[in-house]
């Protein structure tokens, strides 16, 4: 069955770029959206942004200004950069797949284990 | 974007209970509206997608409902696994989800 798996540095430091990549097996990337969420400690859930396989992308209005979220369809990757971190960014981070309506659910099916990034100098 | 809000935030419960967590909408939102769970350490798990249609591989004891602005996860006897803690979500525009329900062992 599809997997996914977050990968990237646990510390970051403030005023850099946050960077993470998530490698789906088991599936295809095809007909997929593909997202990210974050969840700071001991916090809720907040939707980061997805992307289509198609490339097009939807971001969290309040992170869009820094964000950007690629796609690399023959490495079966998506990636996350965050730009210009603070502390208020430190969070575990989730890739998931959203299947889409058209599909007959939109929603957030199948999660990473996720990976705890820190802001810190 | 579109709030949710959750009630309660938390709850204690006894294994055996039927439990109802509420989710509102600042507007309407159609069925648009999934239901996680989250255990601590882990990913959060889809259990209901368009308000009410259940995943497969999810105990039959989850249910949701609701349309427009309010929603409900019920769960129906509660077994010491359910212990955990939900989340609504919504697609209707953007994605948002709730604060979150703490199910708690009374």
């Given at each position: 069955?599809?997997?996914?798996?977050?990968?990237?540095p646990?510390l970051v430091k403030p005023s850099e770029t946050l960077s993470l990549?998530?490698?789906?097996?088991?599936?295809?990337?095809?007909?997929?959206?593909?997202?990210?969420?974050r969840?700071?400690?001991?916090?809720?859930?907040?939707?980061i942004g997805?992307?289509?396989?198609?490339?097009?992308?939807?971001y969290n209005p309040s992170l869009r200004s820094r964000l950007t979220i690629?796609?690399?369809?023959?490495?079966?990757?998506?990636?996350l950069k965050l730009s210009s971190v603070t502390a208020a960014d430190t969070a575990?981070y989730?890739?998931?797949?959203?299947?889409?309506?058209?599909?007959?659910?939109?929603?957030?099916?199948?999660?990473?284990?996720?990976?705890?990034v820190t802001v810190s100098s | 974007?579109?709030?949710?809000?959750?009630?309660?935030?938390?709850?204690?419960?006894?294994?055996?209970?039927?439990?109802?967590?509420?989710?509102?909408?600042?507007?309407?939102?159609?069925?648009?509206?999934?239901?996680?769970?989250?255990?601590?350490?882990?990913?959060?798990?889809?259990?209901?997608?368009?308000?009410?249609?259940?995943?497969?591989?999810?105990?039959?004891?989850?249910?949701?409902?609701?349309?427009?602005?309010?929603?409900?996860?019920?769960?129906?006897?509660?077994?010491?696994?359910?212990?955990?803690?939900?989340?609504?979500?919504?697609?209707?525009?953007?994605?948002?989800?709730?604060?979150?329900?703490?199910?708690?062992?009374?």
């Amino acid at each position: 069955q599809v997997q996914l798996q977050e990968s990237g540095p646990g510390l970051v430091k403030p005023s850099e770029t946050l960077s993470l990549t998530c490698t789906v097996s088991g599936g295809s990337i095809t007909n997929y959206y593909w997202g990210w969420v974050r969840q700071p400690p001991g916090k809720g859930l907040e939707w980061i942004g997805y992307i289509y396989y198609t490339g097009s992308t939807n971001y969290n209005p309040s992170l869009r200004s820094r964000l950007t979220i690629s796609l690399d369809t023959s490495k079966s990757q998506f990636s996350l950069k965050l730009s210009s971190v603070t502390a208020a960014d430190t969070a575990v981070y989730y890739c998931a797949r959203y299947t889409p309506q058209r599909l007959d659910m939109d929603a957030f099916d199948i999660w990473g284990q996720g990976t705890m990034v820190t802001v810190s100098s | 974007d579109i709030q949710m809000t959750q009630s309660p935030s938390s709850l204690s419960a006894s294994v055996g209970d039927r439990v109802t967590i509420t989710c509102r909408a600042r507007q309407s939102i159609s069925t648009y509206l999934n239901w996680y769970q989250q255990k601590p350490g882990k990913a959060p798990r889809l259990l209901i997608y368009a308000a009410s249609r259940l995943l497969g591989g999810v105990p039959s004891r989850f249910s949701g409902g609701g349309s427009g602005t309010d929603f409900t996860l019920t769960i129906s006897s509660l077994q010491p696994e359910d212990f955990a803690t939900y989340y609504c979500q919504q697609s209707y525009s953007a994605i948002t989800f709730g604060q979150g329900t703490r199910l708690e062992i009374k």
